[in-house]
């Protein structure tokens, strides 16, 4: 995820700015959440825990292929379109 926004944001647009604040939230929920994760892996056993995130992230996923307008999605200037 990391490794790829760089390459996203220069191709979309997007500011350096924009940039390193995505990045800072992706390592701070990573930071804030592995503990979390890793106590519930321990507790009832890494299986159930990746089956879930695997069936989250496909859930989200699909979600964001069917929204119409996502709402950080960067509209084409008018006046240049």
């Known amino acids: 995820m990391a490794a790829n926004l760089g390459a996203y944001s220069i ?5 350096l700015l924009l ?3 995505m990045l800072a939230l992706y390592d701070g929920a990573e930071v804030l959440l592995q503990p979390v994760f890793g106590t519930l892996s321990d507790r009832i056993g890494p299986r159930p ?6 069936t989250a992230f496909a859930l989200f996923s699909a979600a964001f292929v069917l929204a ?10 008018p006046v240049t379109a």
Do not use: M
């Open 11 to 15: 191709g979309h647009g997007q500011s």
């Open 19 to 21: 940039l390193g604040t």
């Open 49 to 54: 825990v990746l089956l879930g995130g695997l």
């Open 68 to 77: 119409r307008d996502p709402a950080w999605r960067p509209r084409p200037d």
